[in-house]
């Protein structure tokens, strides 16, 4: 399975399936559509399972149900704060005290997974694409890895502002170390301020683009 990209302070957990005997609450299974089909409720559960193991590893006590906010966010237990993301059987949640993060967002992608071409123009900037398109054996990869970390931004974001920025709001610039800084490009819906010194980072792995982003608390090693 995938390792941890994250810092000490997460406790990460990714599964490819749902180890037998466990299983979800039923409040949980309640969220999913009646409608929802098989690969989503397989999902769902992969990720809602992952999420209890991360809770249980960081708290040392099981996890109440996770349920859902008003954008489809997780809701985690009091003083906790997480993100959840799921691809192709696998799910991965990474959750931490709110003492520490107010914000978490993690994402991942099948390497060949591709877009259109009319996709691609509405995730990245003209700038972004410079950097996209600077090494043509390596376009799809990097694309992918814009788009993750821009939904891994939007996990993480959202959780602590409320915000829901569009994928043109922010502009993501490639740092040493795979790493990107985040500049906004709409003050309205994502004001500098809450981005000094907050970074993206992603991985390459084995067949996965994965991306990762940690919002510290406001008063986290003061
Ligand atoms: C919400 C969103 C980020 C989920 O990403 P995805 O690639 O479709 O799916 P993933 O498997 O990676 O993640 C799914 C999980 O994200 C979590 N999620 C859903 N909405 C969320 C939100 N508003 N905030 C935080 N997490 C959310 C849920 O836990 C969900 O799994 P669950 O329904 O089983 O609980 C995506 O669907 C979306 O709406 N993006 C908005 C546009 C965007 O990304 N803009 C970028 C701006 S810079």
Redesign the pocket.
């Known amino acids: 399975m995938i390792a941890s990209p994250f810092s000490e302070h997460v406790s990460f957990v990714c599964l490819g399936s749902v180890p037998e005997g466990l299983d979800i609450y039923r409040e949980e299974a309640l969220?999913l559509s009646p409608k929802a089909v098989s690969k989503?409720r397989t999902?769902?559960k992969t990720?809602?399972v992952a999420?209890h193991r991360a809770v249980q590893r960081l708290t040392g006590q099981p996890s109440p149900p996770?349920l859902?906010?008003q954008?489809?966010?997780?809701l985690w237990p009091d003083h906790l704060v997480g993100?959840?993301?799921?691809?192709d059987g696998i799910?991965m949640a990474a959750v931490a005290f709110q003492a520490v993060l107010k914000g978490i967002?993690?994402?991942?992608?099948l390497k060949d997974r591709r877009f259109s071409t009319a996709i691609s123009d509405r995730?990245c900037t003209d700038a972004e694409k410079l950097w996209v398109n600077e090494d043509a054996q390596e376009s799809a990869q990097r694309f992918l890895t814009v788009?993750?970390a821009?939904?891994?931004?939007?996990?993480?974001?959202?959780?602590c502002y409320r915000a829901?920025?569009?994928?043109?709001?922010?502009l993501l610039c490639v740092v040493e170390g795979q790493r990107f800084t985040i500049k906004t490009l709409n003050e309205h819906t994502?004001p500098s301020r809450t981005l000094e010194g907050l970074f993206v980072g992603y991985k390459w792995l084995d067949g996965y683009v994965v991306t990762f982003m940690e919002i510290p608390a406001d008063d986290a090693g003061s």
Request: no cysteine.
């Open positions: 969220i989503r999902e769902f990720g809602r999420a996770i859902k906010g954008r489809g966010e997780p993100s959840i993301a799921h691809t799910a967002g993690v994402d991942f992608e995730v788009f993750s821009k939904e891994s931004f939007y996990k993480a974001y959202t959780t829901e920025p569009a994928f043109t709001d922010v994502v």
